[in-house]
């Protein structure tokens, strides 16, 4: 807390605690160039505490200081964000079969170009105070660096201009520094000096979007106008001239979208490269075609390199299902994000994971013990666990749907909106009957029928929830609740405040029907009027939405995951099978034991492979599992030795997974549980 107390009170601290040192990093195997290698900065624990703290602060009020098109360490924002408005507006461009081109800028050395003074002057304008400014200042300008070399500082040196890489206030503070290229976009637009891409009704009504920044990452769009693009030009001097920030047009890329016959010229007059759609934008893809397979490619050469390495390592079965869970399973999640998996794609991850787990090595083929479906379902319904790819996709663009109601504000909801138009409450957009293009909210859209099933309304003042067809009780929608009173009600798409009185606090409900209630409906009447008072409506606020599965009533992938699982495994006790202390290899074998898929000779038989079926123990006939592991006469002897050392008369179950699920109760102190619980893991291995 000293150290606080003299930062808050002088504005500077010990001059020490600000040092840096500085080492170099190979991006590649066998560098041999400088350019091989990235220089990282290693920050002083007690300043990177006080930059983490002053980095929090900053963070809540950074939304507000910057505009929508940057996306970057803004709560609320996220990457994806922007490679969809990106997609949207190239697919709307294209579909008007307007020309125009896109630039994708490199910004030389950003981090390390940042004017000091530029920085203070708009931490000024956006009316931070002069002792914010001074610690600010304090942070960026007393750094003192030495480089390690094998190890050890060498020298000590300042600077005068940039800020670090791996300090907690750099991300924040660089955003700032490309807000002034955003506004200065901006008003270029303004003054007719820039045009971007339109997106929806062409003219006035439509939304025009110039630019999207994500950190260093800039995407410009604009028409092919040859004065626009210079004055583009132009606008990159005046940007450098003032933060430092040069636009290394070398390495930045123009692309046509539609017919740009003067390409060249625009490339020239910009000064960059030439290059076309798709291309890859924060590591997705953009302008690809609706379920390209091609976009797959580099993540399924990612996981099969990353099989390469294992396959050279001898691994249980139990340390596959640990490799995929935590790695395979999570290559393809940024793309599943936000693009639909094609089918051939998703069966050959399944392929690729479902080899590994049953073929580990490669040596030849081996037997999969079980379907693949059921491998991908719960523990507690039987199976592993591992993320059904498919299902998954869905989940994850789920997000969406549920952003959509929720974030009104947000650029890329502005975008989807001035495209597509709102469904009446704005809870989602309305659907679209046009072809697919290279945008990817169609397909997102699509799932919304099955997707509001599992949504929950929770009334404010009503004018956003409907109130026959809305789930917003706790009985579901009225419509399926009393079919009787939605036959005979009069306006079947009324919102909750057309039937909703709110006066003095004193809440009451107002009907309409096109008919006097019969007698024999009267207890109908009275029940449904019970459910309307006893909803809780507050009448009054803004209308809002929850997730039925979750009593936070957010959203969560993993929530709508689940729901979309189907239940068809059979219900195991998992917690004995799997959290028990033994090596997980163990309780991998107990839980092909529990499913009946271990190569007893019986399941030898059943696939085909012809051998004598005998119990090589006892060599009577039959081998089955519930044979091999409980009732064959020599096991038998086994079991009933165990169960004489605690004391106990012990009556067989039928078969394996009936043992387990009665296994496990009451034996006293933990470490006797313990034990307890490993028994049958033990025999079980022990006996194959």
């Given at each position: 807390?000293?150290?606080?107390?003299?930062?808050?009170?002088?504005?500077?601290?010990?001059?020490?605690?600000?040092?840096?040192?500085?080492?170099?990093?190979?991006?590649?195997?066998?560098?041999?160039?400088?350019?091989?290698?990235?220089?990282?900065?290693?920050?002083?624990?007690?300043?990177?505490?006080?930059?983490?703290?002053?980095?929090?602060?900053?963070?809540?009020?950074?939304?507000?200081?910057?505009?929508?098109?940057?996306?970057?360490?803004?709560?609320?924002?996220?990457?994806?964000?922007s490679?969809?408005?990106?997609?949207?507006?190239?697919?709307?461009?294209?579909?008007?079969?307007?020309?125009?081109?896109?630039?994708?800028?490199?910004?030389?050395?950003?981090?390390?170009?940042?004017?000091?003074?530029?920085?203070?002057?708009?931490?000024?304008r956006?009316?931070?105070?002069?002792?914010?400014?001074?610690?600010?200042?304090?942070?960026?300008?007393?750094?003192?660096?030495?480089?390690?070399i094998?190890?050890?500082?060498?020298?000590?040196?300042?600077?005068?201009?940039?800020i670090?890489?791996?300090?907690?206030?750099?991300?924040?503070?660089?955003?700032?520094?490309?807000?002034?290229?955003?506004?200065?976009?901006?008003?270029?637009?303004?003054?007719?000096?820039?045009?971007?891409?339109?997106?929806?009704?062409?003219?006035?009504?439509?939304?025009?979007?110039?630019?999207?920044?994500?950190?260093?990452?800039?995407?410009?769009?604009?028409d092919?106008?040859?004065?626009?693009?210079?004055?583009?030009?132009?606008?990159?001097?005046?940007?450098?001239?003032?933060?430092?920030?040069?636009?290394?047009?070398?390495?930045?890329?123009?692309v046509?979208?539609?017919?740009?016959?003067?390409?060249?010229?625009?490339?020239?007059?910009?000064?960059?490269?030439?290059?076309?759609?798709?291309?890859?934008?924060?590591?997705?893809?953009?302008?690809?075609?609706?379920?390209?397979?091609?976009?797959?490619?580099?993540?399924?050469?990612?996981?099969?390199?990353?099989?390469?390495?294992?396959?050279?390592?001898?691994l249980?079965?139990?340390?596959?299902?640990?490799?995929?869970?935590?790695?395979?399973?999570?290559?393809?999640?940024?793309?599943?994000?936000?693009?639909?998996?094609?089918?051939?794609?998703?069966a050959?991850?399944?392929?690729?994971?479902?080899?590994?787990?049953?073929?580990?090595?490669?040596?030849?083929?081996?037997?999969?013990?079980?379907?693949?479906?059921?491998?991908?379902?719960?523990?507690?319904?039987?199976?592993?666990?591992?993320?059904?790819?498919?299902?998954?996709?869905?989940?994850?663009?789920?997000?969406?749907?549920?952003?959509?109601?929720?974030?009104?504000?947000?650029?890329?909801?502005?975008?989807?909106?001035?495209?597509?138009?709102?469904?009446?409450?704005?809870?989602?957009?309305?659907?679209?009957?046009?072809?697919?293009?290279?945008?990817?909210?169609?397909?997102?859209?699509?799932?919304?029928?099955?997707?509001?099933?599992?949504?929950?309304?929770?009334?404010?003042?009503?004018?956003?929830?409907?109130?026959?067809?809305?789930?917003?009780?706790?009985?579901?929608?009225?419509?399926?609740?009393?079919?009787?009173?939605?036959?005979?009600s009069?306006?079947?798409?009324?919102?909750?405040?057309?039937?909703?009185?709110?006066?003095?606090?004193?809440?009451?409900?107002?009907?309409?029907?096109i008919?006097?209630?019969?007698?024999?409906?009267?207890?109908?009447?009275?029940?449904?009027?019970?459910?309307?008072?006893?909803?809780?409506v507050?009448?009054?606020?803004?209308?809002?939405?929850?997730?039925?599965?979750?009593?936070?009533?957010?959203?969560?992938?993993?929530?709508?995951?689940?729901?979309?699982?189907?239940?068809?495994?059979?219900?195991?006790?998992?917690?004995?099978?799997?959290?028990?202390?033994?090596?997980?290899?163990?309780?991998?074998?107990?839980?092909?034991?529990?499913?009946?898929?271990?190569?007893?000779?019986?399941?030898?038989?059943?696939?085909?492979?012809?051998?004598?079926?005998?119990?090589?123990?006892?060599?009577?006939?039959?081998e089955?599992?519930?044979?091999?592991?409980l009732?064959?006469?020599?096991?038998?002897?086994?079991?009933?030795?165990?169960?004489?050392?605690?004391?106990?008369?012990?009556?067989?179950?039928?078969?394996?997974?009936e043992?387990?699920?009665?296994?496990?109760?009451?034996?006293?102190?933990?470490?006797?549980?313990?034990?307890?619980?490993?028994?049958p893991?033990?025999?079980?291995?022990?006996?194959?």
């Amino acid at each position: 807390m000293a150290v606080f107390v003299e930062l808050y009170a002088k504005g500077s601290l010990e001059r020490s605690l600000n040092v840096t040192f500085l080492t170099l990093i190979p991006k590649k195997a066998n560098a041999d160039e400088v350019r091989d290698f990235r220089p990282i900065s290693l920050l002083g624990s007690v300043y990177k505490i006080v930059a983490k703290v002053l980095a929090n602060r900053l963070s809540t009020v950074l939304g507000h200081l910057v505009s929508s098109p940057q996306n970057a360490f803004v709560k609320g924002r996220q990457i994806t964000d922007s490679v969809l408005i990106a997609n949207e507006i190239l697919d709307s461009r294209l579909k008007d079969k307007l020309s125009g081109v896109i630039c994708k800028l490199d910004i030389k050395k950003a981090y390390d170009h940042v004017n000091w003074h530029f920085l203070l002057y708009l931490l000024d304008r956006c009316g931070f105070s002069g002792r914010w400014c001074q610690w600010i200042y304090y942070c960026i300008s007393t750094v003192q660096f030495s480089i390690l070399i094998n190890g050890s500082p060498e020298g000590f040196f300042g600077s005068t201009r940039g800020i670090r890489q791996g300090d907690p206030l750099s991300p924040l503070l660089f955003v700032l520094i490309m807000e002034a290229l955003s506004r200065m976009m901006n008003k270029a637009v303004e003054e007719g000096l820039l045009s971007g891409f339109q997106v929806g009704a062409l003219g006035s009504d439509g939304l025009c979007i110039s630019h999207l920044l994500f950190a260093d990452d800039t995407l410009i769009f604009s028409d092919s106008n040859p004065d626009h693009i210079l004055h583009l030009r132009f606008l990159f001097t005046w940007f450098e001239a003032i933060s430092g920030l040069k636009i290394n047009l070398s390495k930045s890329k123009m692309v046509p979208v539609g017919q740009v016959p003067n390409i060249d010229v625009l490339a020239v007059i910009l000064g960059c490269n030439i290059t076309h759609l798709p291309m890859s934008y924060l590591g997705l893809p953009l302008g690809a075609k609706f379920k390209s397979k091609q976009i797959w490619d580099p993540i399924l050469e990612k996981m099969e390199r990353k099989l390469a390495g294992w396959q050279r390592m001898y691994l249980s079965k139990g340390g596959r299902v640990t490799l995929i869970k935590s790695t395979l399973s999570s290559l393809p999640t940024y793309f599943l994000s936000l693009f639909p998996i094609p089918v051939s794609v998703a069966a050959r991850i399944d392929t690729i994971q479902r080899n590994f787990l049953w073929g580990g090595m490669g040596e030849g083929k081996k037997f999969h013990l079980m379907n693949w479906s059921q491998v991908c379902q719960p523990l507690h319904l039987g199976g592993l666990g591992i993320c059904n790819v498919r299902l998954f996709n869905r989940a994850l663009l789920g997000k969406w749907l549920w952003r959509f109601g929720n974030e009104r504000e947000t650029l890329w909801r502005q975008v989807i909106h001035s495209k597509y138009g709102s469904l009446p409450g704005g809870w989602t957009s309305a659907p679209s009957t046009g072809p697919y293009g290279v945008g990817l909210w169609k397909n997102i859209r699509k799932d919304w029928a099955h997707f509001a099933r599992y949504l929950r309304f929770e009334v404010g003042d009503g004018t956003r929830i409907k109130f026959w067809t809305d789930s917003w009780c706790e009985r579901g929608p009225l419509k399926e609740s009393f079919p009787e009173m939605y036959n005979i009600s009069r306006d079947k798409e009324a919102w909750v405040a057309d039937h909703l009185n709110y006066q003095n606090e004193v809440m009451t409900w107002s009907l309409n029907f096109i008919r006097p209630a019969h007698d024999w409906e009267l207890e109908v009447i009275s029940s449904f009027m019970d459910v309307l008072y006893q909803s809780g409506v507050k009448g009054c606020g803004p209308d809002k939405v929850g997730w039925q599965k979750s009593s936070g009533k957010g959203f969560q992938v993993k929530f709508y995951y689940k729901a979309l699982l189907p239940s068809i495994g059979l219900s195991v006790p998992w917690k004995i099978i799997w959290k028990t202390k033994v090596p997980l290899r163990v309780s991998f074998f107990v839980w092909t034991a529990a499913r009946d898929r271990i190569l007893t000779v019986q399941n030898l038989r059943r696939r085909q492979v012809m051998v004598i079926d005998w119990c090589y123990m006892c060599k009577a006939s039959g081998e089955s599992t519930d044979h091999l592991l409980l009732h064959c006469p020599i096991v038998a002897d086994l079991w009933s030795c165990i169960f004489s050392l605690f004391g106990l008369q012990w009556v067989m179950p039928k078969g394996v997974l009936e043992l387990l699920a009665c296994w496990g109760e009451g034996r006293g102190k933990s470490k006797i549980q313990d034990l307890w619980n490993s028994i049958p893991h033990g025999i079980f291995w022990v006996l194959w």
